[in-house]
């Protein structure tokens, strides 16, 4: 089995530097997820909006049933989505969460997006998705991003989280949020390929002492799923000639060198997949090393193109 690193974050707790996303896993997530348990995955990166935590929950269960694993030994990621950033909201939320786990803490909670939605009552309708009706009207919220962070300092106080931190945010916004947390940001998550490298924001992170992982490690593969124009118009990374030159010269696929890219650039990784094969591949991706001249090819790859913008799914939400 690969051995995974980990990542010492600000509050002492330890991450590891490779784990598996459960965006777009639907069908069959219990097992997916006990799978990659087998396979030696051992962070699940889960959100509220991705409609899968009771599934993910038993894939978990089965795993530390069967003696794979010790909750201990799992890194339990999730996020708290926009309709529920009013302060009162926060705690209940995170506890339903939890429930739906079947865990009594999450080792990461995250904001989701800085952007705050109206509130929906998990009765009504869950996830709630990005609309108030579920069809096609926006109704922004009235939480400040202060107050949700407040929140989410009374979560990791209570034991609901180890650790918190932040997802989408723009430096501008980590500079406001420094001013006003008692408790910085463990990690930030942000969409983060060669496309897209953000060498700034990577600079006050690092000032900071705050981990980063990245999210969308293929680039437009991931967007091209979710029929979006903008991805289908940009040329795949899987397929690019620096990132198969690369892929070549180490005897690696290309999925492998863009993992390694980012992990080698002190990133953390959560990619998904649905097949064994790819599965062992992606937790692969620290037992080599990329040349410094082949990490700076790479990075010259950078468009400053991000995709994972609510107008790039004609959400009309404009930040
Ligand atoms: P991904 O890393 O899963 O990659 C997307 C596509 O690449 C998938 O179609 C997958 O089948 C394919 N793929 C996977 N392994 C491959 C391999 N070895 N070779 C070739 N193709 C391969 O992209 P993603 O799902 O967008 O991002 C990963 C995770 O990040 C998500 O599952 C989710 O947990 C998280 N995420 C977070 C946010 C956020 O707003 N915080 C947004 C998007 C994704």
Redesign the pocket.
């Known amino acids: 089995m690969v051995n995974t690193p980990y990542v010492t974050l600000n509050d002492g707790n330890k991450m590891p530097q490779v784990g598996f ?5 639907d069908n069959g997530c219990a097992d997916t997820v006990y799978n990659a348990i087998k396979t030696g995955y051992r962070l699940f ?3 509220c909006d ?1 409609g899968n935590e009771v599934e993910a929950g038993q894939g978990v269960a089965r795993a530390i049933k069967e003696g794979l694993v010790k909750r201990e030994d799992l890194f339990i990621v999730s ?1 708290l989505w926009n309709s529920f950033h009013d302060r009162e909201q926060v705690e209940p939320i995170v506890k339903k969460q939890l429930a739906d786990w079947g865990v009594d803490y999450f080792d990461l909670y ?1 904001i ?2 800085p952007i705050s939605l109206k509130y929906v009552a998990p009765e009504e309708r869950y996830p709630p998705g990005w609309y108030v009706d579920g069809k096609d009207k926006v109704e922004h919220g009235k939480a400040s991003l202060e107050s949700t962070w407040k929140a989410m300092e009374d979560v990791k106080k209570n034991g609901l989280a180890k650790s918190i931190g932040v ?2 945010y723009p430096g501008a916004l980590l500079l406001d949020l420094f001013t006003y947390a008692t408790t910085k940001p463990a990690v930030l ?3 983060h390929h060669p496309y897209f490298v953000q060498p700034n924001l990577l600079k006050l992170t690092e000032q900071h002492n705050i981990a980063v992982t990245g ?4 680039g437009p ?3 091209i ?1 979710c029929d979006m124009k903008l991805a289908a118009d940009t040329p795949l990374l ?1 397929e690019h000639p620096v990132i198969k030159k690369a892929a070549e010269a180490h005897g690696k ?4 060198v863009l993992l390694r890219w980012a992990t080698q650039r002190g990133i953390s ?7 064994q094969h ?1 599965l062992q ?2 937790l692969d991706v620290t037992s080599f090393d990329l040349k410094s001249e082949e990490i700076e090819e790479i990075s010259g790859l950078d468009k400053n193109l991000k995709f ?1 913008v609510p107008t790039n799914y004609g959400i009309p939400i404009y930040v």
């Open positions: 996303g459960l965006w777009k896993v990166d889960g959100a991705y996020k995250l989701h997006f997802s989408n998550q942000i969409e999210y969308s490690s293929f593969s991931s967007f799923e899987l696929t290309p999925a492998q990784v959560i990619p998904k997949s649905n097949s790819r591949q992606n994972n």
